[in-house]
C-alpha cells in the first residue's frame, strides 16, 4: 500500500481480506474482500475488485464492486465501473455505459421538501387518491364533475406488470 497526500493506494498486486477501517481517501487498484467503512472517499479503479459491505462518505466506481453501498454524500459509477449489489445515498450518479444491478435508495422525500413555507401554504396537497364520490365543494371553489371510472384493462392487452426496455448506444 502506497500513501499519497493523505490517500492510500492499494496497488493491483495486492489482496485484502477483512475488515478495512479508516479516516482517509482509498483508492483500490487491487482487490478487496470483506468490509470497508471509511469517513472519506473510496475510489474503485479499472483494475480494482471490491467484493465488500461498504460504508463511506463517497463512492466513485470505475472498477468492479460486488456487495451493498452506503455513503453519506455520493455514489457515483462511471461508463467503466460495474457494481452488483444495493446503494444507499443521498446522490447517485450513473454515466451512460455503466453497468449497475441492484436497488437504489436515496433516502425519503417529501413533496414540498425544500420550499418556504409561504410556497408550501398556497400549494394544494397532491393526491395520488381518487375519491370515490366528488367531495364537497368549499363556497370559493367551483364544483368539478365526477370523473368517469376507467374501464379494466384486461391482462393480455396490457393490463397487470409492464416490460419497461431501456436500449443503449
Known amino acids: 500500500m502506497a500513501s ?12 485484502i481480506n477483512g475488515n478495512l477501517n479508516g479516516d482517509e481517501d482509498l483508492t483500490v487498484r487491487g482487490r478487496v474482500e470483506g468490509t470497508v467503512t471509511l469517513t472519506k472517499t473510496l475510489v474503485v479503479e479499472p483494475t480494482g475488485v471490491v467484493k465488500a459491505e461498504v460504508q ?5 466506481i470505475a472498477g468492479a464492486v460486488a456487495g451493498n453501498v452506503t455513503a453519506s454524500e ?6 467503466d465501473g460495474r457494481m452488483v449489489g ?13 453497468s449497475f ?21 398556497s ?15 368549499r363556497a370559493e371553489e ?6 368517469p371510472p376507467e ?10 406488470k409492464k416490460k419497461v426496455i431501456v436500449r443503449r448506444k
Open 4 to 15: 499519497l497526500d493523505g490517500s492510500t493506494i492499494i496497488g493491483e498486486s495486492i489482496l
Open 56 to 60: 463511506v462518505k463517497n463512492c466513485v
Open 151 to 160: 374501464p379494466p384493462v384486461p391482462a393480455g392487452l396490457g393490463g397487470g
Open 123 to 137: 400549494r394544494p396537497a397532491l393526491s395520488t387518491r381518487r375519491p370515490s364520490a366528488p367531495a364537497p365543494a
Open 101 to 121: 444491478r441492484g436497488r437504489i435508495d436515496m433516502g425519503s422525500f417529501e413533496a414540498g421538501e425544500g420550499e418556504r413555507p409561504a410556497l408550501r401554504a
Open 74 to 79: 455520493s455514489v457515483e459509477i462511471t461508463k
Open 142 to 147: 367551483k364544483a368539478l364533475p365526477p370523473r
Open 86 to 98: 444495493d446503494i444507499s445515498a443521498p446522490r447517485v450518479i450513473i454515466v451512460d455505459g455503466a
